[in-house]
């Protein structure tokens, strides 16, 4: 399965998605994520699953069948924008709350057999380079937390230009 999860305007989507069938899930903003309250539920009573009900909710679930992860994000002074590290924290549920020892550090053990690959583009008019640096730190821990691995990190000033560097988009 292949999931993207991006902070794009409608309008800019739209156009950059317009007849894509590369995709299995597009994850963007509805304007109905709620943010995780840190309960644990997803871990302990309803594994896999958050409490809070929106369309969100199973975003670990289904992280469990994805073999490749799209993140398309403004930067953040190095980080994701709001939207897409709350959906990241919604999925918290994709791993165990027990750890284990992975490349010399403690990282939550993984629940789910698939291997995700990670290719993230950042977007920006004026990141700066030790913003790419932490970007790049960010991405590969996520890539350790998951237990998956880095395929591509973009820069670019415009989200179109990472469309076209990931292969994406049509008619970009």
């Known amino acids: 399965m292949k999931i993207l999860i991006h902070d794009l305007?409608?309008?800019v989507a739209e156009g950059l998605l317009k007849d894509n069938k590369e995709f299995d899930l597009v994850i963007s903003d509805d304007g109905t994520i709620k943010a995780c309250i840190g309960c644990f539920a997803c871990w302990i009573k309803n594994p896999g699953l958050c409490i809070l009900k929106d369309s969100y909710s199973d975003t670990g679930a289904k992280l469990s069948k994805?073999?490749?992860l799209i993140i398309i994000s403004r930067s953040y002074y190095g980080g994701y924008s709001p939207f897409v590290k709350n959906v990241l924290d919604r999925g918290i549920s994709y791993v165990h709350p027990y750890f284990v020892i992975r490349n010399g550090q403690m990282h939550h053990k993984r629940r789910?057999?698939?291997r995700i690959g990670l290719q993230v583009g950042f977007y920006g008019s004026d990141i700066t380079e030790e913003e790419k640096a932490t970007a790049e730190k960010l991405v590969r821990a996520n890539s350790i937390n998951y237990?998956?691995?880095v395929k591509d990190i973009?820069?670019?000033k415009d989200p179109t230009e990472?469309?076209?560097s990931f292969k994406i988009a049509k008619n970009v």
Do not use: E, P
């Open 112 to 114: 789910y057999k698939n």
């Open 66 to 68: 994805c073999d490749d």
């Open 154 to 156: 973009s820069f670019a």
């Open 147 to 149: 237990d998956g691995y």
């Open 9 to 11: 305007d409608d309008s």
């Open 162 to 164: 990472i469309f076209k």
